[in-house]
């Protein structure tokens, strides 16, 4: 059974999917177009919510055990890695 954690990143996500599809019916019905800017704005403020949970989980768990004691340039490269995630991959077009 998941944690009340994940429980909550599940329910958010869930949020964001049917936020994502309102905002295709908006496009649909030819909403005005800073009207649907205001709601993507409002799905992306969602994502980075539950990308700062899913971090911070990491974080706490997942990178804790995974540097090991023996080795002193594991830890720079846990870092790299998550920064990495962060880095635009592309342009938009």
């Known amino acids: 059974m998941p944690d009340e954690e994940t429980i909550e990143i599940i329910k958010r996500l869930r949020t964001i999917e049917g936020h994502v599809q309102g905002v295709t019916g908006m496009v649909e019905a030819d909403v005005y177009c800073l009207e649907i800017i205001c709601q993507i704005k409002a799905i992306q403020a969602?994502?980075?919510k539950?990308?700062?949970s899913l971090l911070t989980r990491h974080l706490h768990s997942c990178l804790i055990t995974a540097v090991p004691d023996n080795d002193p340039d594991e830890p720079e490269q846990m870092i790299d890695r998550i920064m990495g995630v962060f880095e635009v991959k592309g342009k938009f077009h």
């Open 46 to 48: 969602a994502l980075q």
């Open 50 to 52: 539950v990308i700062a």
